[in-house]
């Protein structure tokens, strides 16, 4: 708790109360954004001297806020199925490429035991590489 004490531009009567942490950091992080002291926003908050905007119709923002939340999820509807299948693809591509390093490494065997000379494919190396999460070896 913080205690804060507001005393009179005249005369005696001092006023003592004790506000949270938490409220207090809600204050400073008010004055860092507005510029403001922390004794100011203090005063304005007991005063209730806030500023009200001018020509501004709350209903048709609420309004506006509601139609873009509805937008948002809309939009999750549509990115929550295609980030599922685009994670269920790359796991594929990662099946795929563990099944192909396999055969690399069989068709490197079989070329050796025939006294074939070894052919390196830098790109298939690459691809395969990638989706081990073994990074593009620049061979």
């Known amino acids: 708790m913080i205690r804060v004490v507001i005393k009179p531009n005249k005369g005696f009567g001092k006023i003592k109360a004790e506000i949270s942490k938490d409220l207090y950091?809600?204050?400073?992080?008010?004055?860092?954004?507005?510029?403001?002291?922390p004794e100011e926003?203090?005063?304005?908050?007991?005063?209730?001297?806030?500023k009200k905007p001018e020509n501004v119709d709350l209903e048709k923002l609420e309004k506006e806020v509601q139609n873009l939340e509805k937008?948002?999820?809309?939009?999750?509807?549509?990115?929550?199925?295609?980030?599922?299948?685009?994670?269920?693809?790359?796991?594929?591509?990662?099946?795929l490429a563990i099944e192909l390093s396999g055969l690399i490494a069989e068709n490197v065997q079989l070329r050796?035991?025939?006294?074939?000379?070894?052919?390196?494919?830098?790109e298939l190396r690459k691809i395969v590489n990638y989706y081990l999460g073994l990074g593009a070896d620049d061979e």
């Open 71 to 95: 937008k948002v999820w809309e939009l999750e509807k549509r990115y929550a199925p295609l980030k599922f299948k685009a994670y269920n693809l790359f796991e594929e591509n990662k099946l």
């Open 112 to 122: 050796r035991f025939l006294r074939k000379k070894v052919e390196v494919n830098k």
């Open 41 to 50: 926003i203090i005063i304005l908050a007991l005063k209730g001297n806030f």
């Open 25 to 37: 950091s809600e204050i400073l992080s008010i004055s860092e954004k507005f510029g403001v002291s």
